[in-house]
């Protein structure tokens, strides 16, 4: 059998990821985390909410997984940079509190 008769499996089959590219995810992860030590976890949110409903699965994933860890480590500091939003009907979002606080 000759190396180009073999058949290559379709694209569409996942791949177990390689214990070298979960190093480089552990490593992108800290060091995403030291930015939220930098320059605060709400500044960090607004990029964030850019990227949780990516259309790319695997990117969207990465951004929850960041955005979950946030929320753990910092999520008083996540509250004051909430976007605002209108009121609808029966539900409503005014955060008066914060509001009058800040």
């Known amino acids: ?19 070298a590219s979960d190093v480089y995810k552990r ?4 060091g995403i985390e030291g930015v939220r030590v930098a320059i605060g976890p709400g500044r960090l949110l607004l990029y964030l909410l850019q990227g ?8 969207r994933e ?3 997984r960041v955005y979950n860890n946030m929320y753990i480590a910092a999520a008083d500091g996540m509250v004051s940079a909430y976007p605002n939003l209108e009121d609808e009907g029966e539900n409503k979002y005014r955060r008066s ?5 800040l």
């Open 1 to 19: 059998m000759c190396i180009r008769d073999r058949r290559r499996p379709p694209r569409s089959t996942r791949k177990e990821s390689s214990a």
């Open 52 to 59: 949780l409903f990516h259309p790319a699965r695997k990117v």
């Open 97 to 101: 509190e914060l509001e009058l606080f």
């Open 27 to 30: 490593q992108v992860l800290e």
């Open 62 to 64: 990465m951004y929850w």
